[in-house]
């Protein structure tokens, strides 16, 4: 006799039940966050077409005539209706096609060389920020109140709220005009990459000092949650070392949040670039970005958003799986 087994009682065999809600909650944040690069990327269009003048205008040699711009013009599409022309870029993007740039350049071959050195300087800021913060919010958390607390909180509080450029600038001071230490510049090899590491240390450290603020504030606003939960409490009253309970019991829990937070951090990183890598000549897409805005480029300004929006939302996809799992092992 076969026994009927009521709706939504049990997982299909071989998926844990705990694994079914947290992929279809990962799913539905990755459909939001493209339809949002989607809408994002849409706006860039708008913007740009907002702007005084137009591609061929920017990019035409001088003593053209006006005939001449018309028919250039005409040969960028810049006659086509704006939606128009937003629908053929976008058709293109799934295949990896960014477009052409109004000097007649593909997007993708100006983003191959400053995208990777932007990755890299991001890449090294976020985990210097990550370490940093982890080490900072976790010293606070084992003297809660206490001094050393205190001033944690205030020196993170105070980091954060300097712009990327006031750090910039201060460093440059100290480090390079009045020390010698390091250079104010970054030169470029035949590869397009920095000559040398000491290049990278100016540019991450005014990416990372912010980043360092805001995530040791994260770190420890989610351990002081964790601090509160009973299992916390009770391996308090056992007397277990500090630090094993920070290690073994605080961390464990407060590391989806931590997650999501130095996920957000990313795209402040990227966002910061542009005015970092501007001031210390640093060859990656800040430049690109701001030439192409000066060209009135629309293709290329989309290309380096939707690169760096691609970049970020897979971030934060990978935090939303370290959150889902946290989840499903606290639920175990």
Do not use: C, K
Not at 4 to 9: E, I, R, S, T, V
Not at 109 to 121: M, Q, R
Not at 147 to 156: E, G, L, P, Q, Y
Not at 229 to 252: C, E, K, T
Request: charged residues 15%; hydrophobic residues 55%; neutral net charge.
């Amino acid at each position: 006799m076969t026994t009927l087994q009521p709706a939504g009682a049990r997982a299909p065999q071989g998926i844990p039940a705990r694994i079914l809600p947290g992929a279809g909650r990962v799913a539905r944040q990755a459909a939001r966050r493209l339809v949002l690069l989607v809408v994002l990327l849409a706006g860039v269009f708008a913007a740009v077409e907002l702007l005084p003048g137009d591609a061929a205008g920017a990019t035409a040699d001088r003593g053209v005539t006006a005939a001449d711009l018309a028919a250039r013009r005409s040969a960028l599409g810049l006659d086509r209706p704006v939606v128009e022309r937003f629908w053929d870029w976008m058709t293109g993007l799934p295949t990896g096609d960014l477009g052409v740039t109004a000097r007649g350049q593909h997007v993708t071959d100006i983003l191959a060389g400053p995208f990777p050195n932007t990755l890299l300087l991001g890449t090294i800021a976020l985990a210097l920020s990550t370490i940093g913060a982890l080490a900072l919010g976790s010293w606070a958390a084992l003297r809660p109140g206490g001094r050393t607390d205190r001033a944690i909180d205030a020196v993170s509080t105070a980091a954060f709220a300097l712009p990327e450029f006031v750090v910039s600038v201060a460093l440059l001071l100290v480090l390079s005009q009045w020390t010698g230490w390091l250079p104010a510049v970054t030169l470029t090899g035949p590869d397009g990459a920095p000559e040398s590491w000491t290049m990278l240390v100016l540019p991450v450290l005014s990416l990372a000092i912010p980043q360092i603020g805001w995530n040791t504030r994260i770190v420890r606003g989610a351990l002081a949650d964790q601090a509160a939960l009973p299992h916390v409490q009770a391996a308090v009253l056992d007397g277990l070392a500090r630090r094993r309970i920070l290690s073994h019991h605080m961390l464990p829990g407060a590391l989806s949040a931590i997650a999501v937070g130095i996920a957000t951090s990313a795209g402040m990183l990227l966002g910061g670039t542009v005015v970092v890598e501007t001031l210390f000549n640093y060859p990656g897409i800040g430049a690109v970005l701001a030439g192409a805005i000066a060209d009135r480029d629309t293709p290329l300004v989309a290309g380096v958003v939707a690169a760096a929006g691609a970049a970020i939302s897979l971030l934060l996809l990978l935090a939303d799986l370290i959150r889902t799992t946290a989840l499903g092992e606290e639920r175990r």
